[in-house]
């Protein structure tokens, strides 16, 4: 049964500066791995999609790492600004169609 | 124009009632799903169809039953609802392309008293 873990639950950092949230999942028989936002009493934006085949992939201030063989993902967010301040979710696709969730990062950037 | 939309954004009812959720995607796609997330803000699939047909129905108790009229349109419908059916319901969609990519509404905070 897949397991998303992500680390950590909860951070705050101050404005302009770079960070790295992590993502780690223990069946590495997936499509592909997403990154999402969350923000409060919304639904979920899609951030960054790296397919299974990838190694990274790159939006703006945003970079995502995929290594499949380690079961493990990283969202890096440079020049952080307050307006990132959200929950970021990582999800895995599997067969089916079925997103695996980790149970997300709540980022908090102080001006 | 919304993508994906769901009505109602809230829903206050009481135990024991029966309530249903509605969605609704423009883009043209093929999948629609239901998601849970708990107090916990742990995101669960319920359900998914594929051109109204049901695919992944995962450990969801009988009460709940997804229903398709078309391939815009996934409703979850509840009946006789618990303390524990509580939660953020989202509803999503995505295209059989190849990428996956999986567009959310924005939920129904449902809180049953």
């Not at chain 1, 500066?17 to 997936?30: G, K, Q, R």
Request: net charge neutral; aromatic share 8%; hydrophobic share 35%.
């Amino acid at each position: 049964k897949q397991e998303v873990t992500q680390i950590p639950a909860a951070l705050s950092v101050p404005e302009g500066e770079n960070l790295v949230l992590n993502c780690s999942f223990t069946d590495s028989a997936i499509y592909n791995l997403q990154w999402f936002r969350q923000d409060p009493g919304k639904g979920l934006t899609s951030l960054l999609l790296i397919q299974s085949s990838q190694r990274e992939q790159t939006s703006g201030r945003l970079n995502a790492s995929l290594d499949k063989s380690s079961g493990r993902s990283t969202l890096y967010i440079a020049a952080s600004q307050p307006g990132d301040s959200a929950t970021y979710l990582c999800a895995v696709l599997q067969g089916a169609q079925k997103l695996v969730f980790g149970q997300g990062t709540r980022l908090t950037i102080n001006p | 124009d919304t993508a994906v939309s769901q009505t109602p954004k809230y829903l206050v009812t009481q135990m024991g009632n029966d309530k249903s959720i509605k969605c609704e995607q423009n883009l043209g796609h093929d999948t629609m799903y239901w998601y849970k997330q708990d107090s916990k803000k742990f995101l669960k699939i319920m359900f998914s169809y594929n051109n109204k047909e049901l695919i992944i129905n995962e450990t969801v108790p009988n009460r709940f039953s997804p229903k398709s009229p078309d391939k815009a349109h996934l409703n979850l419908h509840i009946n006789s609802l618990e303390l524990g059916d509580s939660a953020v319901y989202f509803c999503a969609s995505s295209q059989n392309d190849g990428s996956y990519i999986q567009y959310f509404g924005a939920g129904t905070r449902l809180s049953v008293l």
